[in-house]
């Protein structure tokens, strides 16, 4: 995917994660954009594990993964 969209949008992520079995009750994605409506540099999407968050991001068609354990809330990204 971030090859072919070196900036995909929320959508995307959120329908390829789904496309490979991720389950949307387990999966967190970012915006692709900004309140103001400017385009954001990076999205994230992140997958709970067990007690863990498998955490990949988009940047210009490069993609980092990493893991970080779950926050208190239960969720792996602060806010809304």
């Given at each position: 995917?971030?090859?072919g ?6 959508a995307?992520v ?6 490979a079995?991720?389950a ?5 994605v ?6 103001t409506?400017?385009e954001?540099?990076a ?6 594990q ?27 990204f602060v806010?809304?």
């Amino acid at each position: 995917m971030a090859a072919g969209a070196p900036k995909p949008s929320t959508a995307q992520v959120s329908d390829a994660l789904a496309g490979a079995g991720i389950a949307p009750g387990v999966l967190e994605v970012s915006q692709s954009r900004t309140p103001t409506g400017l385009e954001a540099d990076a999205i994230e999407a992140a997958v709970l594990q067990g007690d863990d968050c498998v955490i990949g991001q988009v940047r210009d068609g490069a993609v980092a993964v990493t893991v970080l354990p779950v926050l208190a809330s239960g969720k792996c990204f602060v806010g809304s």
